[in-house]
């Protein structure tokens, strides 16, 4: 009986990755807030990942790329929670409308982990409905990235405050739990910029890391990477799970026209 279980929960985790790949779900908003909708945009394209950078000043937290562009304007609150969490309570608990699919917010913190990640877990909780997989199983994933906390020092945040895990790094298993996905720089493993095809070696090298991620039942993301139709089926057909891009609608055609 144990078996048949673990082979029909195989079977539906190996479908489940099948659909992400030509699916608007595995495809990520790299510096969403330089988008002229932010958030907006990408939401409304199904997009499974949003990224947002924030600094920390006085205690409240800005939405920038550069610490000398900060809008005291622009903060977290305005641009991505506060949308969030009405189009939540619009659709009774859900990212979307009759759908099961949510969605993950990819939060690069530029300044200092702290005090930066704690004013961040204090500005969620107050929504644990919205951010809260504990809560609300359809809720938004958080991960952080950017300048993280060392891993020892994770358990001392809410659970519902994820990572965004480095290659390079090894981690214990409780820690492991804690990552929703790794990302790395492309170049790490290849030169090429997507101009013809990828080189067999390289490709080898690719595929030897994706699986390795894979095998840990976590996603894989490459930031640094060529952005057109070529490189998305490249990276569809490598199987990589999160897709950067700065052209959600283009992207968003391909991967429509790849589930077709």
């Known amino acids: 009986m144990y078996r048949l279980i673990f082979i029909v929960c195989s079977f539906l985790i190996c479908c489940s990755v099948a659909r992400a790949q030509v699916s608007c779900l595995s495809a990520h908003s790299h510096n969403d807030y330089e988008q002229e909708k932010p958030f907006i945009t990408a939401y409304e394209a199904g997009f499974g990942s949003i990224e947002a950078d924030i600094w920390v000043r006085n205690g409240q937290l800005y939405v920038a790329h550069d610490q000398n562009k900060i809008d005291l304007s622009l903060t977290l609150e305005k641009m991505y929670i506060a949308p969030i969490v009405e189009r939540f309570r619009a659709n009774n608990g859900r990212a979307w409308k009759n759908s099961e699919g949510t969605f993950q917010l990819l939060i690069d913190l530029k300044s200092p982990a702290e005090p930066t990640l704690k004013i961040l877990a204090e500005q969620l909780a107050r929504y644990p409905e919205i951010f809260n997989p504990e809560v609300n199983p359809f809720a938004v994933r958080i991960a952080i990235s950017g300048n993280r906390p060392e891993p020892a020092d994770w358990s001392n945040y809410p659970n519902f405050i994820c990572f965004d895990g ?76 999160v897709i950067n891009t700065d052209h959600i609608q283009a992207l968003k055609n391909f991967l429509d026209s790849s589930s077709n």
């Open 166 to 241: 480095e290659l390079n790094r090894s981690y214990e298993a409780d820690q492991l739990e804690r990552i929703l996905l790794f990302s790395d720089n492309l170049k790490n493993h290849t030169s090429w910029r997507g101009e013809g095809g990828l080189p067999e070696p390289d490709r080898q090298r690719l595929l030897q890391t994706i699986e390795s991620v894979h095998r840990m039942g976590k996603k894989i993301r490459f930031w640094n990477a060529p952005d057109t139709p070529l490189a998305w089926k490249t990276f569809k057909d490598l199987r990589v799970d």
